[in-house]
């Protein structure tokens, strides 16, 4: 490929991380305009407000209209992207989840390829899982209410070891939660859509279930990690019946999407106490309505969709661009090409 490609940056990146993105070879031309494409609130923040003036406007489009690969989406034009970006022909996002954008935008409909950040994101996530078991298994709530009450009462708390952890989608996020979760001595078990022929050492775990046995591994377990992608199959797999299905007093920890869980149903589990409390970084509405019960919750953790959301991220996101551009360049396989049939 002799021709010169244009790459539009359409997310906030740090400067050292634009110059490592041209480096990749002389014949990519960046396209990086940062007043367009909003102010980062946070660090690897890839959906700040974006209000553009008429003349940015203007800008922004004869950027997109010259684009042949793009970091990112813009959020402001996704609908549009097709139309916008007439030569665009991969767009490389730096979410994991972005079937359901692609599919509701209509772009699945396109000859774009679409990658994705698969696996970026599995330290903090994992980490995040690990944090809000020791949280429940420690206490941590009650310490909190005792700090908050200036009461010195001594107490005793449970372990981790030995207790079970199923994961409910072992992939590679899935493999290092149960990866942290066997080094302080949990039991893993999880799910994969097929199961067969696959060594469940492999993944970290100890045991892997079919999907169709589902119930039957969440009967098992003290702990239940979600994190499966959002598609018609998934939306709603934690229903009123799965619920009833784990082991009285479980904790559920969700890493997903907001859809995999009927909130409704979690919600009676916890007041009613046979779910022993939840740590929810991802809901059905977002931001999570202040009318939600869930705020009010003692057993409850809510984080605000930023688990995965590290300081190294755009850092790691970064190194699979630059992997992917050389082997864009070179005609070879991109790593993770979205599958838009089946969303992820």
């Known amino acids: 490929m002799s021709t010169p490609l244009n790459l539009l940056i359409g997310s906030y990146l740090e400067p050292e991380l634009v110059a490592r993105v041209e480096a990749v070879d002389a014949r990519i031309r960046v396209l990086y305009e940062p007043d ?14 974006i209000e553009r003036t008429p003349e940015q406007r203007q800008r922004w489009h004869a950027l997109l209209a010259q684009a042949d690969i793009m970091f990112d989406f813009d959020r402001g034009t996704v609908n549009q992207l097709a139309q916008l970006a007439p030569n665009l ?25 679409f990658t994705t950040a698969s696996g ?18 420690k206490l941590a709530f009650h310490l909190a209410a005792e700090k908050e009450r200036k009461h010195w009462a001594r107490y005793c708390s449970g372990e981790l070891r030995d207790q079970t952890l199923a994961v409910v989608g072992l992939g590679r996020v899935g493999s290092e939660v149960a990866r942290l979760a066997r080094a302080v001595g949990m039991r ?40 499966v992608p959002h598609t018609a199959e998934t939306t709603g797999l934690i229903d009123a019946a799965a619920l009833a299905a784990m082991k009285p007093g479980a904790v559920l920890i969700n890493i997903a999407r907001g859809t995999v869980i009927d909130e409704e149903a979690m919600i009676a589990a916890l007041r009613s106490g046979h779910l022993g409390g ?9 931001p999570l309505p202040a009318e939600s019960p869930l ?39 991109l790593r993770n090409v979205l599958d838009k049939e089946r969303l992820y």
């Open 36 to 49: 367009l494409i909003g102010a980062p609130r946070f660090i690897a923040d890839h959906t700040s407000p």
């Open 89 to 113: 022909k991969w767009l490389q996002a730096t979410s994991a989840g972005i079937g359901q954008l692609v599919k509701q935008s209509g772009l699945a409909d396109t000859d774009i390829v």
């Open 120 to 137: 970026v994101h599995a330290i903090p996530l994992a980490e995040y899982c690990l944090m809000s078991m020791l949280m429940f298994t």
């Open 188 to 227: 893993v078990i999880g799910t994969k859509r097929r199961p067969e022929g696959i060594d469940p050492q492999s993944l970290h775990a100890d045991a892997l279930y079919a999907w169709t046995d589902l119930h039957a591994m969440l009967a098992e377990a003290d702990f239940v990690v979600l994190i």
């Open 278 to 286: 939840a740590a929810l970084d991802v809901f059905a509405v977002e």
């Open 295 to 333: 705020w009010e919750m003692p057993n409850v953790l809510i984080s605000p969709h930023s688990a995965s959301t590290a300081v190294r991220e755009n850092e790691r996101i970064v190194d699979l661009f630059c992997d992917n551009l050389h082997r864009y360049l070179a005609g070879e396989p």
